[in-house]
């Protein structure tokens, strides 16, 4: 059974920084390519930054320059380093497999994390 796991959300004034992590098991993580999306109260469930199995990244300009995602294939475990962040980063956000469908927050469809709350203050 494939299961994602989110860490290390939390609050945090604006200008600062976080760093989240989700650790996978019940895939072959070396072969999968993983995504961060974030879901704001009221918002869509956005894809911010993903890295494929050949290290290749992608971010969405909301984040670009700001974001930086990584992954440890040893320990199967993808990073997002979070920094000058702001309060329109405020959001629930989910690692997942991609390709494997679903959506923020639904269960039982896609391989998704259950999600971990940033909150970012002014």
């Known amino acids: 059974q494939v299961r994602l796991l989110e860490s290390g959300g939390g609050s945090v004034q604006a200008g600062g920084f976080m760093r989240l992590s989700c650790i996978t098991s019940?895939?072959?993580?070396?072969?999968?390519?993983m995504a961060w999306y974030r879901q704001a109260p009221g918002g869509y469930c956005d894809m911010i930054s993903t890295?494929?199995?050949?290290?290749?990244?992608w971010y969405a300009d909301s984040v670009k320059g700001r974001f930086t995602i990584s992954r440890d294939n040893d320990k199967n475990t993808v990073d997002l380093q979070m920094n000058s962040l702001k309060p329109e980063d405020t959001a629930m956000y989910y690692c997942?497999?991609?390709?494997?469908?679903?959506?923020?927050?639904?269960?039982?469809?896609?391989?998704w994390g259950q999600g971990t709350q940033v909150n970012v203050s002014s």
């Open positions: 997942m497999v991609m390709y494997s469908g679903g959506y923020c927050g639904v269960r039982g469809l896609g391989h």
């Open positions: 019940g895939l072959t993580f070396g072969d999968s390519d």
């Open positions: 890295i494929g199995k050949d290290g290749k990244t």
